[in-house]
């Protein structure tokens, strides 16, 4: 599994994955849509904590800054 995600991908996508999850959290969200958007900032925020986006694999993309 190769990395994908760069830096300042990575750095939206968990502040992004943490503020979803303490909406819910906190109770701003509730129910069904408050569910689904933690889930979607959990898996936000693990994609960023490993670097690696499926969904950008499949797209062939890739965030990561090539170093010269």
């Given at each position: 599994m190769k990395e994908n995600?760069?830096?300042t991908?990575?750095?939206l996508r968990m502040a992004g994955g943490a503020t979803l999850m303490a909406l819910r959290l906190f109770?701003?969200?509730r129910g069904f849509w408050g569910t689904l958007l933690a889930t979607v900032g959990l898996i936000e925020l693990f994609s960023g904590y490993i670097r690696y986006c499926p969904v950008l694999d499949a797209l062939g993309l890739s965030t990561v800054e090539e170093k010269s």
């Open positions: 995600v760069g830096r991908d990575r750095i109770g701003v969200t």
